[in-house]
């Protein structure tokens, strides 16, 4: 198999705590070849701890290496579109974080330069589609196993004020639109999308109830869909969550409900629920479809176009 030797712009705590104990996993597919942090010691003490062959205190010195690959690039969500746009310049594969951009206008540039047939490939990292458990469930509502959908509802509840080391100044003074909203909600659009198809009216209502999480933590929404699903949007970051399932769908033939753990597939008639459970992580998922769409030509399962139309879903469920 072909090991990919990877450069990793960003050492934050979602390159340490979330990519890379995946990519540990699939060391048969990646080779952690270099790490690049803008603070010099910070990147080579952060290669010397993960096990990187190599530290850069310039980004840009990846774009140039011969001896990288493709790039994940973790970074503040207004910087994402900008590096992404510089790996596709550099001939550079590239695994971005969610989402996409900060707001159409960035979006609708690396669409354009995405798009292009020159361009290498670029994946944003949209972990839950990937995420067995819940792309299962997408995949039995597209099937219509659930018959005709009427209803989904998002009841996304978490106190982001707990959370801790997370609560970094890029999330507590975003300069992009939606701040927690946007970022926490981008993956329920994602799938939202996935399962139901092009939403073709959105009435939303978003709040800031905690002046610490601006420019929202909340947002209700009303999101009517092409194919007549409707879908209840409700997400909150400073409050308490209850035992609902994250997301929930409704058919006339049958229903789904995902939770972080599993999700419940219910077939109207029928006594009991069928189980669907992950053997992996959704970022082991996600980096094992990376590996593939790069070696094998795998057509990628969550493309660009994508990644901007479920942006646009949350732009709009931010009100903006």
Known sequence: ?????????????AVERLHLPALKKLKDRFILQ?????????????????GFLGAEDKAEALLERKD????????????????????????KPSLCEK????????????LAAGSAKSAPLTMVAENYVFWPHMAAAADIVRRGKLGAVRLALVHHVQD????????????????????????GGVHWAALLNRMLGQPKR???APALFDKSLPPM?????LIEYEGGARALWATAYSASAGPEPLLSVHGDKGSLAIYWDRAEWRQAGKEGCKLLRSPMDSYEAEWRHFHDALTRGTCLGYSLGQAVKDLDLMLKVCAC
Request: glycine share 6%; net charge positive; proline share 3%.
């Open 1 to 13: 198999m072909k090991k990919i030797r990877l450069g990793v712009v960003g050492t934050g705590l």
């Open 34 to 50: 270099a790490c690049a942090d803008r603070d010099a010691a910070k990147a080579r003490a952060f290669a010397k701890r993960h």
């Open 68 to 91: 990288v690959d493709a790039l994940l690039l973790c970074l503040p969500i207004e910087l994402n579109a900008a590096w992404a746009l510089k790996a596709i310049r550099a001939r």
């Open 99 to 110: 989402p996409a951009a900060a707001d159409r206008s960035q979006a609708r540039a690396l």
């Open 160 to 183: 982001a004020r707990r959370s801790g080391e997370w609560l970094t100044a890029w999330r507590t003074k975003p300069r992009f639109k939606g701040g927690f909203v946007l970022d």
């Open 202 to 204: 959105v009435q939303a």
């Open 217 to 221: 933590d909340a947002a209700a929404a």
